[in-house]
């Protein structure tokens, strides 16, 4: 479960004039996702997405709020001195993902994140990136995993998401939606709780798009059954792509970044793109974002 709180976020910047000046990109945001569901962030360019998916990830701290995942506070930024680490230790029990490759003591893997072209090492093969994402999370502690059982593992996952046989490529030697793949693999290879993904198909054609939506729903749907289902939270600006994935798709207003609407996609799986009830809330959606273009062409005027 993941308790978003009043999470509000401000910059500063420096205007045209050279002043600095206040920037709102996310504003009061409070939104919960219980275990299971995919939810999507829709919304115009610049309305605070990727900083509030970066703040569930504990990548940013929010300026005001507070993030809890299954009853812990997500934390940041990060203790940089031992006395700090060891208060922040004390205090809390849940550690950022980004702490999980700074300190290893206590590594802990409950979220995998996917963002466009993140984090796939370029001078690794396809097998040593996920094999790199396994070691770590297998960290200090547990008794190291055997080079046999690494690879058995990764090669698992990379059928899963059709790259098997592409092992010993390296990114550069893969297409654009390979790569999609290969971070898709990686993320689930560490069997995370949560998936936080932003516009994780964007650089793809729309039927390789569609293919990995397919891919993803498949795989999620597997961890369903099991005793850890998981939350997949996902940016995208792809109202048809929204609707077909998620529990609940989440519009934000353009800044600054507030929730403006919340509608449920209560149609069951597996679905068909063309069921009546997908497309008449793409509908739904699409006038809105109608209905507010017109707003503020009525305000320029
Ligand atoms: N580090 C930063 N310093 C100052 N302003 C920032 C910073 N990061 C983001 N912003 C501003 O915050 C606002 C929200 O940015 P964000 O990247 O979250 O938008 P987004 O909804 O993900 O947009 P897009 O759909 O284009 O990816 C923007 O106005 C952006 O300029
Ligand atoms: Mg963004």
């Known amino acids: 479960m993941i308790e978003a709180k009043s999470i509000s976020k401000f910059f500063s910047v420096i205007n045209e004039k050279g002043l600095a000046e206040g920037l709102t990109a996310v504003l009061n945001v409070s939104l919960s996702i219980p275990d299971g569901k995919i939810v999507t962030l829709l919304g115009p360019s610049g309305c605070g997405k990727s900083t509030f998916l970066e703040i569930l990830a504990g990548l940013q701290a929010p300026t005001d709020g507070e993030v809890i995942i299954d009853g812990k506070r997500v934390l940041e930024p990060l203790p940089s001195t031992r006395k700090e ?3 922040y230790k004390r ?3 849940f550690i950022s993902p980004l702490a999980n490759g ?3 003591d206590r590594p802990k893997h409950d979220i995998a994140l996917v963002f466009q072209d993140y984090a796939i090492f370029p001078w690794m ?10 070691t770590l999370r297998s960290g200090n502690g547990k008794k190291k995993p055997r080079r046999n059982e690494l690879n058995e593992k990764a090669r698992y996952f990379l059928n899963q998401v059709g790259l098997g046989g592409a092992e010993y490529k390296y990114p550069s030697q893969l297409s654009g939606g390979m790569r999609q793949r290969l971070a898709l693999a990686r993320a689930l ?11 994780p198909f964007a650089a793809v054609d729309a039927l390789t798009r569609e293919k990995l ?13 099991s005793s850890f289902p998981v939350i997949i939270v996902m940016v995208t600006h792809d109202v048809s792509e ?7 798709v989440v519009v934000f207003s353009p800044g600054p970044g507030t929730i ?8 069951a799986r597996p679905r068909a793109r063309t069921d009546p009830g997908i497309i008449d809330i793409q509908d739904r959606i699409f006038a809105m974002f109608q209905y507010d273009l017109n707003q503020e062409s009525e305000y320029s005027i």
């Open 125 to 134: 093969t396809v097998l040593q990136n996920i094999n790199f994402a396994l």
């Open 260 to 267: 403006r609407n919340r509608i449920p996609v209560d149609i």
């Open 102 to 104: 700074v300190f290893r």
């Open 189 to 199: 290879s560490v069997e995370p709780k949560i998936i936080l993904m932003d516009e």
């Open 85 to 87: 680490m060891e208060d």
């Open 242 to 248: 929204a609707v077909y994935l998620s529990d609940e």
């Open 213 to 225: 939506q397919d891919d993803l729903l498949r795989l999620w749907e597997q961890t369903r059954k």
């Open 91 to 93: 205090r809390y029990r």
